[in-house]
């Protein structure tokens, strides 16, 4: 019997309804919900990443105990490495000879890498990329830094030993703030939260951020080539006190290694130089450019170069190195301000002009407060005892460099944007 077509709209419309084929967009949805739990997330890429910043810290001590020729085990080995990644990281050992806490910073900015990484793998491993929340980011590595301060912790038990201590609660909390800071940089970079948290800071504050952060890694890099051509230029006796340790080529390299893990550090000591305050090797040493006394030093090739009397001559030129760093970051600071709120003025509207010229003045002078306290900041990781004595006090001067430094950077700054954007409008307008 042929169907009508009533009967086949009737059949249609009765019949079930088939389930529709699983799309891409839906198969995702079930994986969404299996993302990694976020304590675990964290755990492990916090371990991961503690094991890799670990793993030339390890190699180092196993080059020195073999060329030193010494019959310690591998578990003394092993705890000496344990102790010198936590001092990368700011943690004090209290040892035979004195209190240590001069960190070597090329360690601690590769373990500060290392966090910033556990940071984005986080956050990816609990499918927050890209979701702008600030929220998330803060979660993530906060948890990152619970993670890392643990770690800290249960290291600091197993390197405490005779002869080497390390309080547990300052490891805990120093590696806690330290993978929380690094692990917050890491997630707000793979969430998109740097640009959530950019809109919601005043525009002058912005930029006199920009500005400081700039104008100090100016005079920190400044630092590091007025070190490296110090280094260079007294390589003669750099290599004869090198030379005395009679390590062979073994020795000679890991001794090598060892000024490189310090290398950051005289960098910020020679930055502390150009700015004025200066710093010092212990007592009875002190390095700056009114004043050098030169007392009794450690046999290290890396402290070759320090100076033997104040500069003089064309080498106080020099000492116009931070007030050029923050010209230059002022003057990038006028360049770069025109793009936004400079176009927001009239062309002859007084009112604007003088807030555009208060809106870039005002961030110019910002920047050398944010300078100094960048400029501080690296002289307190930069510092600290290297055993008792008279090494007991080593690195710049903290208060001194922040106070000198942002004087510099903020001078520097303000004449050469209100150079810079006199000059600019003057070419706008042309002569008269």
């Not at 910043?53 to 080995?77: D, E, I, M, Q, W």
């Not at 643990?150 to 609660?169: E, F, K």
Request: proline share 7%.
């Amino acid at each position: 019997m042929r169907a009508t077509p009533d009967d086949t709209s009737t059949s249609a419309q009765t019949a079930p309804r088939r389930p529709p084929t699983p799309s891409s967009d839906a198969a995702v949805a079930p994986a969404g919900r299996r993302r990694a739990p976020l304590a675990l997330a964290a755990a492990v890429t916090t371990g991961w990443a503690a094991i890799v910043s670990l793993t030339p810290v390890l190699a180092l001590v196993l080059l020195v105990r073999v060329v030193s020729g010494t019959g310690t085990g591998t578990g003394s080995a092993l705890r000496v490495g344990l102790a010198g990644w936590l001092l990368a990281h700011g943690v004090p050992l209290r040892t035979a000879a004195g209190p240590v806490g001069l960190a070597p910073l090329a360690l601690t900015a590769f373990a500060a890498w290392r966090m910033v990484r556990a940071g984005v793998h986080t956050t990816r491993a609990v499918g927050w990329r890209r979701s702008r929340s600030v929220n998330r980011a803060l979660l993530a590595g906060g948890t990152v830094g619970v993670a890392y301060g643990l770690l800290g912790g249960a290291v600091a038990g197993l390197v405490s030993a005779p002869g080497l201590r390390v309080a547990v609660p300052r490891a805990a909390g120093t590696l806690a703030a330290f993978g929380l800071v690094a692990g917050v940089a890491g997630a707000l970079r793979e969430t998109g939260g740097y640009a959530v948290v950019a809109r919601r800071v005043p525009p002058p504050l912005r930029d006199a951020l920009r500005t400081g952060v700039v104008a100090a890694l100016l005079v920190l890099a400044a630092g590091a080539a007025a070190a490296g051509t110090a280094i260079a230029l007294s390589g003669r006796e750099a290599s004869a006190m090198l030379s005395e340790y009679r390590t062979g080529p073994a020795g000679q390299a890991g001794l090598t290694l060892l000024c490189l893990a310090y290398a950051p550090d005289l960098a910020v000591w020679a930055a502390a130089y150009l700015v004025g305050p200066g710093f010092t090797v212990g007592a009875g040493t002190v390095v700056s450019a009114g004043h050098v006394t030169i007392g009794g030093l450690p046999a290290v090739p890396a402290l070759a170069g320090l100076p033997s009397r104040p500069v003089g001559g064309w080498g106080a030129l020099l000492l116009g190195v931070p007030l050029a760093a923050g010209m230059a970051a002022g003057w990038l600071l006028a360049r770069r301000l025109p793009d936004g709120a400079a176009h927001d003025t009239a062309a002859h509207d007084a009112v604007h002009d003088a807030a555009a010229w208060g809106m870039l003045l005002g961030s110019a002078a910002l920047a050398g407060p944010v300078a100094g306290l960048a400029l501080g900041l690296a002289a307190v990781a930069a510092g600290g005892p290297l055993g008792g004595g008279r090494l007991a006090s080593v690195g710049p001067p903290a208060v001194q460099l922040a106070s000198v430094g942002a004087g510099l950077v903020a001078a520097g700054a303000v004449l050469a944007a209100a150079a810079t954007r006199a000059l600019m409008g003057y070419t706008k307008r042309g002569p008269a």
